[in-house]
């Protein structure tokens, strides 16, 4: 996120631009490391300090479930950033050279309770920014506790909509775009171009969008392994020819392995798989039983093993055998341990 953010920022600030808006989901949780809160202040204040006013309307991820806990998201507001990440809807009206700019924020939080929203009469442009999903988006990328936008909400006369929450960079209407994300997320993403728009709106009729594109993280997916027959020996010599001659240093790297036997992933070369895990950024070797891509895709993953899920087998099988845990509760905890890691692994939400 944390060179993602600051490429953006350059990118802004190379532009002659009115006014920053940020979409939200500017953190992935309520309560975001130290390093990545600083980092995302940091540079947001080389925009504001530069006296271009920016304004932020809080996602599904930071958003609070309960309204007396804090958001992360208020720390902006100390750089002079202005954000929203409530329950309520805000309005404000910020100078764009002689022009006035209302801006309407409607945080994730405030979604489901604003009726329909109305432009700011007295501004003589008007921008309403929301997250969540516009009827009709087909999309793959579903998360719990997304909010749907209800269309009565986006059929104000605003000049422009901004939206938040899609991943991919997408008109809406012809006033409606979603930004899409500035980092890939997942290997659904493997395609999309992460980036940022730029606006213009001019002479009252539809704004000119333009999508830029910023440079991101290499994300490889690698070949996949047909596993049918090959014991611990072969499936790790599959591994090893699979990305011995891929550049694959710093990348998010995903390698799919099926038609696995039983027993077979705790018997490769661990050595090898702590290598990848080091060269790479995020190294994911997929195990499946099934035959096909398309059969294990249908079924919901069950059976992604790293080194950490082999780990988390190793622990549970020694303090059986030890006696410290019990055979039924030890069966469950390890199945529900290990749904958790693959869900961890996946990008899934827990249930
Ligand atoms: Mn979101």
């Known amino acids: 996120m944390q060179e993602a953010y600051k490429r953006v920022v350059d990118a802004v600030l ?11 989901d500017v953190f992935d949780s309520v309560r975001p490391a130290t390093h990545v809160i ?20 809080a996602g599904n991820h930071e958003t609070p479930r309960l309204r007396t806990t804090t958001a992360a998201l208020e720390y902006a507001n100390l750089v002079n950033a202005r954000s929203a990440h409530g329950f309520e809807m805000e309005r404000c009206v910020e100078a764009a050279g002689d022009v006035a700019v209302g801006v309407t924020l409607v945080p994730h939080g405030a979604v489901a309770g604003s ?5 700011d009469r007295d501004a003589d442009v008007n921008i309403l920014v929301t997250h969540g999903l516009v009827p009709q988006l087909e ?56 980036g940022f728009a730029v606006v213009e709106l001019a002479g009252g009729g539809p704004p000119t969008v333009e999508h830029v594109p910023i440079e991101a993280r290499p994300m490889i997916d690698l070949p996949k392994i047909s596993a ?15 990305t011995a001659d891929a550049d694959l240093d710093g990348a998010v790297v995903r390698l799919r392995a099926y038609d696995v036997q ?19 950024l995020n190294f994911s070797l997929e195990i499946h039983a099934e035959q096909r891509p398309e059969e294990a895709d249908a079924a919901p993953a069950t059976a992604v093993f790293g080194p950490l899920g082999e780990e988390f087998a190793a622990f549970v099988a020694a303090r059986r055998e030890r006696g410290e845990l019990e055979k039924r509760f030890a069966e ?20």
Request: with cysteine; net charge negative; glycine share 12%.
């Open 14 to 24: 190379e532009r002659d631009v009115d006014l920053v808006i940020h979409s939200g």
């Open 115 to 119: 009726g329909a929203v109305l432009p």
């Open 262 to 280: 039983r027993g077979v992933p705790s018997g490769v070369d661990r050595d090898l798989l702590r290598d990848l895990q080091r060269r790479c």
């Open 139 to 194: 999309t793959r990328q579903h998360e719990m506790g997304e909010a749907n936008l209800h269309s009565g909400m986006l059929e104000g006369a605003f000049d422009y909509v901004a939206l938040g929450h899609y991943h991919e960079f997408h008109e809406h209407r012809e006033n409606a775009y979603y930004a899409g994300a500035t980092e890939r997320f997942g290997f659904g993403e493997v395609a999309s171009v992460p």
């Open 38 to 57: 600083i980092g995302f202040l940091k540079q947001t204040f080389r925009i504001t300090r530069t006296d271009i006013p920016y304004l932020v309307a």
């Open 332 to 351: 469950e905890f390890l199945e529900k341990g290990r749904g958790y890691l693959a869900r961890a692994t996946s990008g899934e939400p827990p249930p």
């Open 228 to 242: 049918h027959g090959l014991d611990a020996e072969g499936l790790t010599e599959g591994i090893r020819a699979r």
